[in-house]
């Protein structure tokens, strides 16, 4: 599964931002999907997952109430209230076993990052 993930950008303190993340010619029905972000300088981090059939959603402390996932045949992560301490290189995971898992371990298949930046 190729994972392209984008709509990364700058944007001020207090905006919003939607990411997007699609399979390139194949669906990700039956995956459960993850967002993770990379900050320079700092460990990898979970951000939010979705699972599948169903749908649950799991968030990091961080984001709840700012972020949020949702898929159809893509997965998106709309951000609002961003902070600087947002400002990462996001990247989107899909696992096959369909949870909606907070550990990069459990996911198979990485797509390239889409950087957001955040100025104060």
């Known amino acids: 599964v190729q994972l392209q993930a984008y709509g990364g950008g700058l944007v001020q303190a207090g905006g919003s931002l939607r990411l997007s993340c699609a399979a390139s010619?194949?669906?990700?029905?039956?995956?459960?999907m993850g967002w993770f972000r990379q900050a320079p300088g700092k460990e990898r981090e979970f951000v939010a997952a979705i699972g599948w059939p169903f749908g649950r959603t799991n968030y990091a402390d961080s984001v709840k109430g700012r972020f949020t996932i949702s898929r159809d045949n893509t997965v998106y992560l709309q951000m609002s209230s961003l902070k600087p301490e947002d400002t990462a290189l996001y990247y989107c995971a899909a696992d096959r076993s369909g949870f909606a898992s907070a550990s990069a371990g459990e996911y198979e298949y990485w797509g390239q990052g889409t950087l957001v930046t955040v100025s104060s």
């Open positions: 010619g194949r669906t990700l029905r039956g995956y459960g």
